[in-house]
C-alpha cells in the first residue's frame, strides 16, 4: 500500500486550514449564533479589502520582497478620492482608473528603485510608506466624508446568495481578484518567475529569465492591489482620511505568513493567504461575540500565531540543511 506523504511545504497551509476549523468550531460551540454561514461571509464582507492588498503582499513575499507602503497606498487612494469627488466635482468613472493606475505606477517605481539601484526593499518601500501618508495631510488633515450616490450604492448593495445570506460587493471584487491571482502565480510564465527569483535570484539570472521586468511587474501588481483595496475600503467607511489603514502593513504581512508564505521566498499559495485572512477575522469576530475582551487581544492574538507559523516555517526548512560540526 502506498504511503500518503505530505511535502513540507504544505505543512503551514495544512496547519492554518486546521486551525481555522477548530476556532470555528470552538467559537459554534461557545456562542449561540455563531455557527452559520452568515457569519463566515461577514469575515469576507469585513475583511474584503484586506484580503486584496494581501494577495498583492503575496506575490512580494514570494519574490523575497517586502511591501511596507500598502496601508499608506490605501489612505492616499481614500484621500485623492474623497478630495477629487467632493471637492472637486469629479465622477467616479474618472478617479476609480485614476487612483488605480497612481497606485501601480507608485509600485512600479518603488521596483524599479529596488532593482535597478539594488537597495533594499525595506528601505525603498518605507520611504513610499512616508511619502503616501504624508501626501495625504498635503490634502487635508481632516476626513472627507463622500456622499457621492455611486459610492453610497456600492456601499450599501447587498447581493443575495441562496439561504438568505447575502454579500457585499466588495467581496465579489475580492474574490475576483483571489480567482485572478491563483491564475496569475501558478498558471503563467510571470508567475513560474516569481518563484523562481523568490528561490535564488542568481539562479533565475542563469537561467536567463527577466528578473528586472519580473520585480517592477511584481510591484506594480501589489499596487494596484493596494489602489483597489483602497477603493473597497472608501466603499466601506464612505469617506478619506489620513489616518486610514494606519498599521495595516503588518496585519498584511501577518496574512501572508499565517498563511503559509516563507518570509525568505520561493515558497507559498496565494489561497494560503485567503486561509490567513479568514483567520485573522474570525479571531475579530470570536473577541467580538465574547464582549469582555479590549479588541488589541486580535493583535496579541494574530502576533503569537504570526511567531508560531514563523517557528514552523523555521523548523520545517531547518531538515533540509546539512549543519556543520
Known sequence: MARFAIKKQHVPIIA????LILIFAAGSLR??????LQVLLNLLIDNAFLLIVAVGMTFVILSGGIDLSVGSVIA????LSAALIEQAGWPPAVVIPLVLALGTSMGAGMGAIIHYYRIQPFIVTLAGMFLARGLCFVISI???TIKDPFYVTMAQTRVPIPGGNFISISVII???VLAAAIWLAHFTRFGRCVYAIGGNEYSALLMGLPVGRTKVLIYAFSGFCSALAGVVFTF???SGYGLHALGLELDTIAAVVIGGTLLTGGVGYVFGTFLGVMLQGIIQTIISFEG????????IVIGVLLLLFILLQRLLSSRGEVREA
Do not use: D
Open 236 to 238: 466601506y467607511m464612505l
Open 16 to 19: 492554518s486550514t486546521a486551525l
Open 76 to 79: 492616499l487612494t481614500t484621500m
Open 292 to 299: 469582555t475582551l479590549s479588541s488589541w487581544w486580535t493583535k
Open 31 to 36: 456562542y449561540t449564533g455563531f455557527f452559520s
Open 142 to 144: 481632516n476626513a472627507i
Open 174 to 176: 475580492a474574490l475576483a
